[in-house]
């Protein structure tokens, strides 16, 4: 672990986890790679010599962690890859670029150059990281030509500009919290945004599930994660990029068979702006999953994992619901 890295430790009780067994039983190993002046580390679950690889990408704020729920329920004859973004959890910041768009998509870029990877490689980008997926497959250069992945996920996708969701004046909140930090000297600003309440009133407003031992796991791992990050200057980067751009943008340009993983719920992007921003992309499937917002990585992470695997199993299949969620 690196001296930048800020684990914090909750002062409320430790929840046990409902996914650690499953969790227990994936094979990982931890690993490194120096890139654009960063040091990013990763963590490599499952078979090491399966057919299919998902490379996955965190969201805002999080880490590796926030994802592992998923693998849980994907460790079977697949090998999932999740790094750290630059500058969250255990990896370094950049040197040689900035942490918004296209530094994370130039990052995500040599990231998967780096692994050289063997046989199907398939992206998903869960909140923010669908974002940085998203903008990376639509720069299509000449030199990514041989890069490109055989299919997309993206679970709970930010579909509309990040003002335009149902709850845009907590979006309005969030702009000026982080504005805030940034115009405070560094040491009162980097404590603000660690600031453990609120990290907690985010915690609360996101998690809808009414299982409350489920609830205080969700409230432990944003107490333990969500401040991970190295620096003032990484996470306002980062946060500017988050409002400042969402999947619709690049769609169009992703050729690739992607599977939409969307939350009925969601108060950041609804499921009417997810419908249409399936029609958006060439060839996009859509999974709406009902009764959870946008932590489906956290509550809902067993139906996440069978929508990604039948999409796996057929890419061209048609759209589909889960927990009675219907598609438009």
Request: charged fraction near 20%; charge should be negative.
């Amino acid at each position: 672990m690196t001296s930048s890295t800020r684990y914090a430790a909750s002062p409320y009780p430790a929840a046990a986890s409902p996914y650690a067994e499953a969790l227990g039983r994936v094979p990982v190993r931890r690993a490194e790679l120096p890139l654009l002046g960063g040091l990013t580390r990763y963590w490599d679950y499952g078979d090491p010599d399966a057919a299919t690889t998902l490379v996955l990408v965190h969201g805002f704020r999080g880490d590796h962690h926030g994802l592992e729920p998923v693998v849980a329920q994907l460790g079977g004859g697949l090998r999932l890859i999740s790094p750290d973004l630059p500058g969250f959890g255990e990896s370094t910041p950049l040197t040689e670029r900035d942490h918004d768009i296209p530094g994370y998509s130039a990052w995500l870029r040599a990231f998967t150059a780096g692994l050289g990877l063997q046989g199907r490689v398939v992206l998903l980008g869960h909140s923010f990281g669908s974002i940085v997926v998203a903008a990376t497959l639509a720069e299509d250069t000449a030199e990514d030509a041989g890069q490109r992945p055989d299919a997309v996920v993206l679970v709970n996708p930010i579909g509309q500009p990040a003002l335009a969701g149902p709850r845009g004046v907590l979006t309005r909140l969030a702009i000026f919290y982080y504005w805030l930090a940034a115009a405070l000297p560094e040491r009162l600003g980097f404590a603000l945004l660690r600031n453990r309440v609120i990290v907690r009133v985010m915690s609360v407003a996101m998690a809808k599930t009414r299982v409350r031992s489920l609830r205080a796991w969700i409230h432990g791992q944003h107490d333990s994660y969500f401040s991970a990050f190295s620096d003032r200057r990484v996470v306002l980067q980062a946060f500017r990029a988050s409002v400042a751009h969402d999947v619709s943008e690049y769609a169009a340009r992703i050729p690739e068979p992607t599977l939409l993983v969307a939350a009925v719920d969601d108060d950041i992007t609804p499921i009417a702006a997810e419908r249409r921003l399936r029609g958006l992309f060439p060839d996009a499937r859509l999974v709406e999953i009902a009764d959870v917002g946008h932590l489906i990585h956290y509550e809902k992470p067993v139906e996440a994992a069978r929508a990604i695997e039948e999409f796996l199993a057929d890419p061209a299949g048609r759209d589909s619901a889960a927990n009675q969620g219907e598609s438009a």
